[in-house]
Nanobody
Framework: QVQLQESGPGLVKPSQTLSLTCTVSGASITTNYYSWSWIRQPPGKGLEWMGAIDYRGITYYSPSLKSRTSISRDTSKNQFTLQLSSVTPEDTAVYFC??????????????RGQGTQVTVSS
């Protein structure tokens, strides 16, 4: 059973960097040919794909967020992380990590974490 668990601060101040970690169990993040994604859902809106890191460590980003987003991984801990810089209240959302069959926004996802609420406020 693959499990993903998001962790990180629930409150971030405007202009700061949001950092979240996804810890994976039951599967290795280096296993061919999966990708590991970050997705978010702002209040009252749909899911937004933010980016992914594939089994080789190659990263892919949403064009609208690329300038502010960084995804990395720690294979020794079987974790991958999201950093979103210069946050504003519009970045308030529930953030999810997920496993996907491919590295882009249309790739099907088979496992997802329960999500973590992040609020951007001073």
């Amino acid at each position: 059973q693959v499990q993903l668990q998001e962790s990180g601060p629930g409150l971030v101040k405007p202009s700061q960097t949001l950092s979240l970690t996804c810890t994976v169990s039951g599967a290795s993040i280096t296993t061919n040919y999966y990708s590991w994604s970050w997705i978010r859902q702002p209040p009252g809106k749909g899911l937004e794909w933010m980016g992914a890191i594939d089994y080789r460590g190659i990263t892919y980003y949403s064009p609208s967020l690329k300038s502010r987003t960084s995804i990395s991984r720690d294979t020794s801990k079987n974790q991958f992380t999201l950093q979103l810089s210069s946050v504003t209240p519009e970045d308030t959302a529930v953030y999810f990590c997920a496993r996907a069959q491919g590295p882009n926004s249309r790739s099907s996802r088979d496992y997802r974490g329960q999500g973590t609420q992040v609020t951007v406020s001073s």
